[in-house]
């Protein structure tokens, strides 16, 4: 069974993937996707600003679903909780960050895309999976193939994924949700563009429920 934070992602089917350089910028980029009809982003920690970024958010917006991504050490994981992050991304395994996740009940999507991988996580307890970069390591197929052994487990791909190729990953069994930056695009973001990014959004809800989904059982 998962739980409802994994069901509001299925819910919502599409997790904007977010790099803010400018600190100014993170309380109206979360004030749009929640009027675009998306309480939901998360904050990569590529930029310098991120984790104040995090805190900005969470203290403007204290109920939006808060997420904290590129997540390579226990330190980030850490720091991106206090700062207000509900749940952690990374592309790989970061096993610290992971096991101190578990323990505090926060929850984790690490990143993997082989069976050596996956079966790590699994036996710590994760059965949704990151699946990053999803084109590049052969999209809706290679999750097909990947998925066969291991019946429990999700995936929310990242990685190339946009208003066209949308459709093909969120009708798949095995897919939760997808994430992507096509949603508020890192130049949108830096240059005011709100209003594009409102529509980008609106019009990638309005796709996620015109389709028909297999059911999150
Ligand atoms: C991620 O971290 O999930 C990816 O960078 C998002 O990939 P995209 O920019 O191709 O959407």
Redesign the pocket.
């Known amino acids: 069974m998962f739980s409802p934070f994994y069901r509001s992602l299925y819910a919502f089917g599409i997790i904007p993937?977010v790099e803010i350089d400018d600190l100014n910028r993170a309380e109206v980029l979360a004030g749009t996707l929640i009027e675009a009809g998306l309480p939901l982003v998360e904050i990569?920690l590529r930029t310098p600003v991120a984790v104040k970024a995090i805190q900005r958010i969470r203290e403007t917006h204290p109920k939006i679903l808060l997420g904290a991504?590129?997540i390579l050490t226990l330190e980030q994981a850490r720091q991106s909780v206090s700062a207000g992050a509900d749940f952690l991304v990374s592309?790989g395994l970061p096993l610290d960050a992971l096991e101190w996740a578990l323990g505090e009940g926060i929850p984790f999507l690490p990143g993997a895309v082989t069976p050596h991988e996956i079966l790590q996580g699994l036996r710590m307890g994760i059965e949704v999976f990151?699946f990053?970069?999803a084109e590049t390591m052969g999209g809706v197929a290679a999750i097909k193939a990947i998925s066969d052994p291991f019946p429990s487990i999700r995936f929310i791909p990242?990685?190339?994924?946009q208003t066209d190729n949308l459709a093909a990953y969120l009708t798949h069994e095995r897919v939760l949700a997808v994430?992507?930056?096509?949603l508020a695009k890192r130049q949108w973001i830096t240059s005011g563009q709100f209003d594009q990014i409102k529509a980008q959004v609106k019009a990638a809800l309005r796709l996620v429920q015109s389709l028909s989904r297999p059911p999150l059982t």
């Open positions: 993937v990569t991504g590129t592309p990151k990053f970069p990242t990685g190339g994924i994430g992507g930056s096509w």
